[in-house]
């Protein structure tokens, strides 16, 4: 890295020393052929030649300077009276450089001022017409102005090649600012996942731990039902656990849990062996994008999961429904605590005196704004409803 940048920082000043060297030769070749002038090319001449070419390392941060030092000389050059170089051949260089470094108007001017000055001065002379205006006019000003117009197209394309680079920078920082974006959407769905599917299975091991422990000793049928269904519900709660496992070691093989709303009998048991009476009624004519279906088994999950944990009632009723445009799922519970501070009424934020629920509802919340839907989770007179819209439109 540091050998690519003393690499780039030496770059410009040989392109300058080398202009510079191509100055002073040119034009003291020009001097060299001793054509005109009131003196022969003497040592002063030459060092004029050597001074003009020095001017090249200073181009860059000084363009305009150079071009007007240049030009002044030029007129000096020319009053000593030493031999003819021309007008063109050692302007061309200053012409350039404040072209190229986005002096344009100052290289058009300079042009002008050295044409008009050479040709009024030359006139007065008495120098002929047609030889100075019809013959060496046109192929000065054909220099200069290709010099000019050479500076102006490479600071056109260096200023094209700096759009390019920052277009592409631009372009990669946006996409890795999306990538982290995926990253983040994915870290959020699988925490959702795992509290979803952890949270629910952790309620029905401590529920039925309960009736195992209360059966023991006197109802033997009941506490190897209780550990059954506590086997049951670890053994999916692990198969859950390694497919997301095996989703985060290898996200590009996408292996995803099978949810289903034809399985809510594994989630609504866990209500039913708690005391509840459970109804579900699920309308579902068509198969649904597989999105809008993992998160309405996922919104029923976490709500059975907060019914076993705060509800004081003895019913559940769970409704799903699916028209042309969205799925609408609502669970209700007939005995929500009195005691317990509930969500804030029509908002569906949890409230502070529910500790465990308020992640679930946010999590329920997510997922139905994922797709474009709502969820609200309010008391109703009796108990709590959660109520879900989920567009089918746009989700597949």
């Given at each position: ?52 070419g ?12 150079v071009l ?33 470094y ?70 990669a ?32 091991i ?11 000793g ?12 506590i ?40 209500a ?14 068509t198969?649904l ?14 709500a ?12 559940v ?8 445009h ?9 005995g929500?605590d ?37 969820l ?7 108990g ?9 439109v746009?989700?597949?």
């Open positions: 890295m540091a050998g690519r940048t003393r690499e780039q920082a030496f770059r410009p000043w040989a392109v300058d020393v080398l202009l510079g060297v191509g100055v002073t030769v040119i034009v003291s070749i020009v001097i060299s052929a001793n054509e005109g002038g009131r003196h022969g090319p003497e040592r002063v001449a030459y060092l004029w030649a050597v001074g003009l020095a001017l090249m390392l200073a181009r860059r941060r000084y363009p305009v300077l007007a030092v240049t030009v002044l000389g030029l007129f000096a050059y020319y009053a000593v009276g030493y031999p003819a170089i021309g007008l063109a051949v050692p302007v061309a260089a200053a012409l350039f450089s404040a072209a190229e986005g002096r344009l108007v100052a290289a058009v001017s300079a042009a002008v001022v050295v044409t008009v000055v050479s040709v009024v001065f030359r006139l007065a002379e008495g120098q002929d017409f047609a030889f100075v205006v019809g013959y060496e006019l046109a192929g000065h000003v054909l220099l200069m102005g290709a010099a000019i117009a050479l500076g102006d197209s490479v600071r056109s394309r260096r200023a094209a090649q700096a759009d390019a680079r920052r277009i592409a920078e631009l372009t920082a946006r996409y890795q600012q999306e990538a982290q974006t995926r990253i983040q959407h994915e870290r959020m769905a699988v925490a959702r996942d795992l509290h979803d599917s952890l949270g629910h299975t952790v309620s029905v401590a529920l039925h731990a309960d009736v195992a422990r209360e059966a023991l006197r109802d033997e049928d009941a506490a190897r039902s209780a550990l059954e269904l086997r049951s519900a670890a053994g999916r709660s692990m198969v859950d656990l390694r497919r997301t496992v095996t989703l985060l070691r290898s996200p590009d093989d996408r292996p995803r849990t099978v949810v289903s709303l034809a399985n809510l009998d594994a989630v609504t048991q866990a039913g062996a708690a005391g509840f009476d459970v109804d579900v009624r699920v309308d579902v004519d198969p994008p597989g999105p809008v279906e993992a998160a309405a088994f996922r919104i029923v999950q976490e059975i999961t907060n019914v076993v944990r705060h509800s004081a009632g003895s019913r009723d769970i409704r799903v429904r699916q028209d042309e969205r799925l609408t799922l609502s669970v209700i519970d007939s929500a009195a005691e317990l501070e509930a969500p804030k009424a029509g908002t569906g934020q949890p409230g502070t005196g529910r500790p465990g629920i308020g992640h679930g509802i946010a999590g329920m919340r997510e997922r139905a704004e994922s797709l474009g839907g709502r609200t989770a309010d008391p109703v007179p009796g709590f409803a959660v109520h879900a819209e989920l567009p089918l746009g989700s597949a």
